[in-house]
C-alpha cells in the first residue's frame, strides 16, 4: 500500500483511498502550508496563485471536517463560487471524491426554479456549492437552513471585488452562528480584508 505524505496522511481514509486512486501522491507547498492550519479549525484567507492546488485543497478539507458521511438534514458546508458554470465544475470535482461515501453534494443551479432547489435541499444534503446570489435567495425564502454550518468556503473569491456578491455574502453570514470561514483567493484584496470586522474574525492567513 502507497504511503501518503504529510499532510495527507492525517485525512480521513476515505479521503486517502481516493487519492491513491487518483494518483495524488504529492502536495503542494500550498497544500503542505494550507491544509494543517484549515484542520485547525481557525478562520482562514488562504491565498496563492493560479493552479497552486487550492480548489482540492478546499475538496480534500471539506470532505474531512464532515468525517465522509451523511448526517442530518440541513447543510453542514457551504461553497460559494462566481458563477453557475464554476458551481457545476465544482460539484463534478467534488462528486469524483464522494460517490463511494454517504455524503450528499448538492449543485444550486441557478438555471432552475428556485422551488425546486428549496423542496429538494429540504430532503437532506451535506454540501451546498452556488452562487452568492442562489444561496442568498434560498435563505431569503427560508429553503437554506444555516444552523448545522461547520464549514463555509468561498473558492477564487477575487471574483467579489468585481461583483456586488459582498452584500449577498454578508446576509449569508449574518445568519450563521459558529462556523469555519475559510477564503481562497489569489491576491488579499482590501475588499476580502474588509470581511475580518464581520465574520472572518481572528482570521489566519496562509500565503504562498
Do not use: W
Request: glycine share 2%; proline share 5%; charged share 25%.
Amino acid at each position: 500500500m502507497l504511503v501518503l505524505p504529510m499532510p495527507f496522511k492525517k485525512l480521513h481514509p476515505q479521503i486517502k483511498e481516493k487519492l491513491e486512486d487518483f494518483e495524488i501522491t504529492t502536495p503542494t507547498p500550498f497544500q503542505i502550508k494550507s491544509i494543517p492550519v484549515i484542520k485547525s479549525g481557525a478562520n482562514i484567507y488562504c491565498t496563492a496563485p493560479e493552479n497552486s492546488g487550492k480548489t482540492t485543497t478546499l475538496i480534500l478539507t471539506t470532505l474531512n471536517k464532515l468525517k465522509c458521511e451523511e448526517v442530518g438534514t440541513a447543510p453542514r458546508a457551504l461553497v460559494l463560487v462566481k458563477d453557475n458554470q464554476t458551481a457545476l465544475e465544482l460539484y463534478d470535482a467534488f462528486y469524483k471524491y464522494t460517490r463511494s461515501t454517504t455524503l450528499r453534494v448538492y449543485f444550486g443551479d441557478e438555471k432552475q426554479h428556485i422551488e425546486l432547489l428549496k423542496s429538494e435541499i429540504f430532503e437532506g444534503i451535506d454540501i451546498l456549492i452556488s452562487t452568492p446570489k442562489v444561496a442568498s435567495k434560498l435563505l431569503l425564502l427560508e429553503g437554506l437552513n444555516t444552523t448545522q454550518l461547520k464549514i463555509f468556503s468561498i473558492d477564487d473569491a477575487d471574483f467579489l471585488t468585481r461583483t456586488a456578491s459582498s452584500a449577498d455574502i454578508m446576509a449569508i453570514t449574518q445568519s450563521i452562528h459558529k462556523c469555519q470561514f475559510v477564503i481562497y483567493s489569489e491576491k488579499m484584496h482590501p475588499t476580502l480584508k474588509r470581511f475580518e470586522s464581520y465574520f472572518m474574525q481572528y482570521a489566519k492567513t496562509v500565503a504562498l
